[in-house]
């Protein structure tokens, strides 16, 4: 035998079929295959995307998507940042308030956001009673609950591709940016983002692709109109019990994931290609 | 774009160090401690305009930790270093206007060698049109110009050692600081590159302080060179005068092979002295500070100094061989002279099979002139 080394893959690739392949394969046999020929399938997959409720759930997606997206950029990038050029016990404090939420389940994460967020939650309660406002924010059930859930639950995976890029900078390039004669907003706008900027796009990539496919956190804060591609799919599945549409946009929802995906694997080569210095 | 936002003290920036200074250096008591430990302490040395200084020793002397204060990127504890006669002792880096070539180049991955080399003049504000003449200029001086479009990661180790190069000379400082910057080279590399730097040097008159643990590389180059050992100097002066007169045993021995035989002054003359070795034999050699009869002491003399043969106006020590080392341009000879004595005698390949057999006895002599006193 040549390579036996993929042995050791094997239970893993046999689980990946058993539980993600094979059903996936069999429901869309089952809904779009078997009951359609080729120009009614063609049809009722026009149909499906072209229906006002998939646009206006594709629309949701990308703009919750790339709201997320930004504002989990915004945040996390000081903090890596922070991260990148601490050591001993503020990194350890920083890093476990970043991961422990982590190993918490997005049902309870998002429950406690619903504490905070709501008519009478904390943060209206305090707002209301140091005066600062006089009635309720609306913070939850609609966009903003959604990007505040979402983008707590994304944080994480920004913070940490960018902190990998950032560490992998060499500190004699910026010392170096010095020693020229640049000064910190130089250093920063010529230097140092563009050594950090594919940790940035796969990090952007990465909290996007995650994004689309969001069902809790938007079905548990968002409001009734704000329904993404996953929570329309699982209407379909549950209540309208249109199988054959659910099949169509989980179709749609694999392929954009998939191209993303392609796009995210492209950078990280690059990433390497630039011998990550 | 914030970049283009003028920064604080930008106006000074072109002062320090750039080509209105002469290039004169100053250090006075500098001292830096990490911690318990003494890196460098009290280094003082005036750097003269034009000049080609090293700062030569062995890792750990604290050569580069006094770059880097030379550079501002490390604080001294104390002490003050002035450029002609401003002190820069707490300017930061971007604002004392040094060129400096790094160890690993430092050249930025996500630029060109073009751009890499525009960089301390994009700082500096340098309009465009004028900038382009000064990268194509410095890059013409490193014979880089066909290359102002390729990246570092497509340049062999000695290309991207002419980016750092040009990259440090390209808005004219008249000083230079070099962190051992033909470290990663091999070793016949190594030695165009020093020849080319000191050309460079020579040609724009600059000032260069060299960092390097290399001794040949800092006597092929410097005009004078100070040898550090545990964040002092040693000994400052040029490399001819060092080699041939070390202040004492670590001087001697750090800067190429050198003989070191032991024993104890046993009379004092005028400008030399005799020293009684361990198994008592008397030597002569040159005696340079004051001594007393009885003090231990070491014989200095460099083994190509040594010769075969017996003199009677020299000194002279008889032994057999016992090692031979053929090492190309010359035959290394050790010589047991004696319990406590060993001697080694480098003789030059001129085609006669480079003096006598393993095993044989000999006798070697030199001149007292060639030997010196070292006390410790």
């Known amino acids: 035998m040549p390579n036996r080394g993929f042995l050791l893959m094997l239970p893993a690739f046999a689980m990946l079929a058993l539980v993600f392949l094979a059903p996936l394969a069999w429901f869309f046999t089952q809904t779009l295959v078997l009951d359609n020929d080729l120009s009614t399938l063609w049809s009722k997959i026009v149909a499906v995307v072209s229906s006002r409720a998939t646009l206006q759930a594709i629309g949701a997606t990308n703009w919750i998507s790339l709201l997320v997206t930004v504002t989990v950029l915004l945040l996390g990038y000081p903090i890596a940042y922070y991260l990148a050029n601490r050591r001993g016990l503020r990194f350890t404090l920083v890093v476990f308030c970043i991961v422990v939420p982590y190993f918490t389940s997005v049902i309870v994460r998002t429950y406690s956001w619903m504490v905070l967020l709501g008519r009478t939650g904390l943060i209206n309660q305090l707002l209301l009673g140091t005066g600062i406002i006089d009635a309720p924010l609306p913070l939850i059930y609609n966009k903003t609950g959604i990007v505040i859930g979402m983008t707590y639950v994304l944080l994480p995976y920004m913070v940490l591709t960018l902190f990998a890029a950032m560490k992998s900078i060499d500190r004699n390039l910026l010392l170096a940016a010095r020693g020229m004669g640049a000064g910190g907003a130089m250093i920063f706008w010529r230097v140092y983002l563009p050594l950090s900027l594919h940790g940035v796009i796969s990090g952007a990539l990465i909290v996007f692709i995650l994004s689309i496919g969001f069902f809790i956190t938007p079905a548990l804060m968002g409001g009734p109109s704000d329904v993404m591609v996953a929570m329309l799919i699982e209407r379909s599945v549950e209540i309208t019990l249109d199988w054959p549409a659910a099949a169509v946009m989980s179709l749609l929802l694999l392929a954009v994931t998939l191209v993303l995906y392609a796009i995210y694997y492209r950078v990280t080569d690059v990433r390497r290609l630039m011998g990550a210095a | ?376």
Not at chain 2, 229 to 239: A, F, K, V
Not at chain 2, 250 to 272: K, M, S, Y
Not at chain 2, 276 to 287: M, N, S
Not at chain 2, 295 to 310: H, I, M, N, S, T
Request: glycine share 10%; net charge negative.
């Open chain 2, 1 to 376: 774009m914030v970049g283009r936002e003028p920064h604080e003290g930008e106006r000074d920036l072109e002062q320090v160090g750039s080509a209105i200074s002469t290039g004169a250096v100053g250090l006075d008591g500098l001292c830096k401690s990490y911690g318990e430990e003494r890196v460098v302490d009290s280094i003082r040395a005036a750097i003269r305009p034009g000049e080609f200084f090293s700062l030569l020793g062995p890792s750990g002397s604290g050569k580069t930790t006094t770059l880097m204060m030379i550079a501002g990127f490390v604080e001294p504890d104390a002490g003050t270093i002035r450029v002609d006669d401003i002190d820069i002792t707490h300017l930061p880096p971007q604002r004392r206007g040094l060129g400096m070539v790094f160890q690993n180049y430092a050249i930025f991955p996500h630029l060109n060698v073009f751009e890499n080399v525009a960089f301390p003049l994009r700082a500096r504000r340098v309009p465009e049109a004028e900038l382009r003449r000064r990268v194509q200029e410095a890059l013409a001086l490193v014979r880089l110009d066909r290359f102002a479009t390729r990246y570092a990661r497509q340049l062999s180790g000695g290309q991207q050692q002419r980016v750092a190069i040009a990259r440090a000379i390209v808005f004219h400082p008249s000083i230079v600081l070099m962190d051992e910057p033909l470290g990663a080279l091999d070793k016949n590399l190594r030695y165009e590159m020093q020849v080319e730097i000191k050309e460079i040097q020579q040609r724009l008159g600059m000032t260069v302080i060299y960092v390097t643990h290399d001794q040949e590389e800092a006597m092929n180059m410097s005009d004078r060179m100070a040898i550090m050992n545990g964040g002092r100097i040693e000994q400052m002066g040029p490399p001819g005068e060092i080699y041939d007169r070390p202040a004492n045993a670590f001087v001697g021995r750090f800067l190429g092979e050198a003989n070191l035989i032991e024993g104890t002054i046993e009379q004092v003359g005028d400008g030399e002295a005799t020293l009684r070795t361990r198994d008592g034999r008397t030597l002569r050699a040159r005696l340079e500070r004051g001594a007393t009869v009885g003090q231990p002491a070491a014989l200095f003399v460099r083994p190509e100094k040594l010769a075969f043969g017996d003199d009677r106006e020299g000194n002279s020590l008889h032994g057999t061989v016992r090692r031979r080392s053929f090492l190309g341009s010359m035959t290394r000879t050790v010589i047991d002279a004696g319990s406590a004595t060993q001697v080694t005698v480098d003789l030059p390949n001129i085609g006669d099979g480079g003096g006598p057999a393993l095993g044989a006895p000999v006798t070697v002599n030199w001149p007292a002139a060639h030997s010196l006193i070292l006390l410790d």
